[in-house]
Nanobody, 113 residues
């Protein structure tokens, strides 16, 4: 079955960095586009970044220039490098395979001084 395990979240000060990881299994990861989403308390879940099977990327305007999505098909893992973090980046972050209905448990990112 499809499994998605996010990790790497935590508490960081404004301006700091975190690297999220999502280890996937149970589907053809290397040919599946992947996305990172986030959901803040009381808000809807929004897309943050996406990466195609070929490595093309796209980003929400709010994170362009600060976040970088990447993937390692040999490890079935997608990453999200987050730099220059802001308090408004605080949310639970999820990875999600395009075209599938599955979600992981998410990883909490809190940006606060």
């Amino acid at each position: 079955q499809v499994q998605l395990v996010e990790s790497g979240g935590g508490l960081v000060q404004p301006g700091g960095s975190l690297r999220l990881s999502c280890e996937a299994s149970g589907f053809a990861f290397s040919i599946t586009a992947m996305g990172w989403y986030r959901q803040a308390p009381g808000k809807q879940r929004d897309v943050v970044a996406g990466i195609t099977s070929g490595g093309s990327t796209n980003y929400a305007d709010s994170v362009k220039g600060r976040f970088t999505i990447s993937r390692d098909n040999a490890k079935n893992t997608v990453y999200l490098q987050m730099n220059s973090l802001k308090p408004e980046d605080t949310a639970v972050y999820y990875c999600h395979p395009l075209g599938l209905a599955n979600w992981g448990q998410g990883t909490q990112v809190t940006v606060s001084s």
